[in-house]
């Protein structure tokens, strides 16, 4: 049935940077006509003059969709024209103006982290678009992480600060009047990409995942306007539903569409139920699971048979070589549930074929300069987890990013599909790595990329509210970098082959009566227990070897304890305050550096890790250094920086400070000037460091806002060590 044509009228429409080690103080209404609402099989198709309205498809006039040809198995995108092909050009930026009540504004900014739709006017400028105007629609703001922390990390107030100042938006043009589609699209994502300083990446991983012949979305730069104020830059990105998958599957496009649910039998029936995006009147989930039945019968000798029924399995392989090479570590192999990973969807098409597709989503996390898999370093102070290639030796939760962030993955190995995936197919997906390194995934056709997208994102940043262009160009440049490194490592991946982690041998821990022993004032020497039951008492009210360094505006006092010591008989208490300095941010911190015995220089290169014992007043940020020589002669001067973070509490905690994981920060780098630093690898600046090891640095951090201010306008608090050993 065919509504009529109807008018409308015109609506209105990172982070603390733990400076605190530092040693130096340093439709279309066009010309006032009417919307044009006709509609095709009940669906009000806005389109600009000029172009032809498709049938249900939304199919618009000319142009080729962002990408070109999309192939793949099971797909069936050709040479015609995409739906939405005015929407995702590449060549043209639209500007998307909303306009909301005051009252819906302050809902959607108060409570943004339920997701909760309200209602907006849109009117769409620019390109082949020309000017469209929209009756009612929904917005909302959109996000896993990267939005519910900018309530739940403010004590559920929304924070303003960093990456939570622009936060992505989706678009419900169905929401309120349910025939609306704005050329067949029912709903669009406008993603801030707040954590991704070179807005390049979602561009480039959706790109290279398409150019190798993977189905999935299309994202192009756009403009956003709320009420008339141009609130910055967003990548408008295809959303995948039943429209998307009826183009891509033209023989099946009416099957079950599951998002972020991975086929395995512990899986609860419900969990397979709330992930399914379409067909959710009744529920049908026992394709998947009988999907994820195949999976825990199979072997991996006779994989591509025992799932042909369910999967293609040369085509996951394909997919896995993208997403490894793209150091995609949000996606398919981060299992923070032990069941299911993040960031993608499973489509079952109900044709010929009737099998599943796995679709790549949410990819502004792509190419790292880092990841928790491949290469962890900087702000990293957590072993890597095992990556795809890697069997783990044991499936135990590993901590990503910091130890006391309480987020876990499982290595993806621990999953049966993963696993049996890199024991049978490793061979062709080298294949098929070499084959990506040529094509997409060449230093060429990236750096293309870049060039391609740069001229069109500057013309935008130079306005947006929330960057500075400069910034944004030094980033650019620097991602150049990245990829180029990123590049070298996925050929070092597919040389590495199939590895088995090494299991970690229990340390001997030292018995109370050695932790109690008497032991003399002098500072520290591997092979004995620094656990400051001196005898004699040191000569002054502290031990020796003792360095203090603070910011200006901050002190520092330390003294031998015995009052309330963590073990024993005394400890080390350094009592610090800091008052707040308006003119630099970030920039209240204490260091109390403790030496070794007559300042010798020890090797540690034999040594696993140092154990000791800490406490704060409250919970503190305390960065744990190692001091060397090696800074200054080797180095040029650089500051001390090699170190670990760690969150230290109210209640006495023994942390052991992993030599191998010690990292080096980016911030730290950055100041370096000609000369300075090195050019080998961390690992090898590493123990050049450790071979001249002369003491450790202790800087717990000060209690700051956001945006690098004292939280408040003074602070005092101590910090207490004790019982400090070397292990081998």
Known sequence: MKIPCQTSHRLRLSSWLSRSGRLLGSLALVG???????????????????SVAGAASGLGGAGTASGGTVSGTGGTAGAAAMPASEVFKEDQVLSYHLTLTESDRT???????????????????????????????????????????????????????????????????????????????????????????????????????????IITSRAVPARVYINGTFVG?????????????????????????????????????QSFIDALSTNKTPPDVTDIQSFAAAVAAAKPATLAADLKRWVDVASLVRYLAVDRALKNWDGITAFYSPTSPHNFYWYHDNGKEDRFHLIPWDLDNTSPPFDPY??????????????????????DGRPVWSLDQGINITPPQCDPLLRMLAQSQWKTFVEVGNELLAGPFSEAKLLAQIDRWSPILESIIAEDPTMNVLSWRAEKEAFRGVLRQNIADYRAYLTEGLTTEKAEIPLAEPTNAELLASTTDGG???????????????????????????????????????????????????????????????????????????????????????????????????????????????????????????????????????????????WARVVWTAGQGWTTTDAEALSVVLSRFAGLVFAPAATFTAAGDLAARTESGFLQIDNIYFQK
């Open 374 to 395: 491949m290469a962890p370093r900087d702000y990293i102070t957590v072993p890597a987890i095992p990556n795809w290639n890697m069997t783990p030796a044991n499936c």
């Open 524 to 666: 520290l020497v591997p092979g004995q227990i620094y656990n400051l039951e001196f005898e004699p008492p040191p000569v002054g009210t502290a031990p020796t070897q003792l360095l203090h360094l603070a910011a200006p505006t901050a002190t520092l006092t330390t003294l031998w304890n015995q009052s309330n010591p963590l073990h024993g008989t005394a400890d080390l208490r350094m009592n610090f305050s800091f008052t707040s300095n308006p003119a630099a941010k970030w920039d209240e911190w204490v260091n109390l550096g403790l030496g070794t015995n007559e300042n010798k220089e020890f090797d540690l290169r034999d040594y696993v890790q140092i154990s000791l014992t800490l406490k704060a007043d409250i919970n503190r940020r305390v960065r744990v250094r190692v001091q060397s020589p090696a800074y200054n002669d080797a180095f040029k001067g650089i500051w001390s920086e090699f170190g670990q973070d760690f969150t230290v509490g109210t209640t006495p905690t023994t942390i052991k400070l992993r030599l191998d994981r010690l990292a080096y920060p980016s």
């Open 32 to 50: 006032g006509g009417l919307l044009s609402a006709c509609a095709a099989d009940s669906e009000q198709q806005v389109t600009p003059p000029g």
């Open 107 to 213: 809902q959607i900014e108060e409570h943004g982290d339920l997701e909760q739709y309200v209602p907006a006017t849109l009117k769409v400028t620019g390109g082949v678009v020309g000017s469209l105007e929209l009756g009612k629609i929904g917005i909302r703001h959109k996000g896993a992480y990267s939005l519910h922390h900018c309530w739940e990390l403010n004590g559920g107030v929304r924070n303003y600060a960093a990456e939570c100042q622009k936060l992505s938006y989706k678009l419900s043009f169905n929401e309120y009047v349910t025939p609306t589609r704005f050329y067949g699209l029912k709903k669009l994502n406008l993603h801030a990409s707040s954590g991704d300083a070179t807005k390049l990446r979602e561009l480039t991983a959706y790109a290279t995942f398409r150019d190798f012949g």
């Open 233 to 269: 830059l967003f990548f408008s990105v295809e959303d995948i539903d039943g429209r998307f998958t009826k183009f891509h599957y033209p023989e099946g496009g009416d099957g079950n569409l599951y998002k972020e649910i991975w086929p395995r039998t512990d899986a609860l029936q």
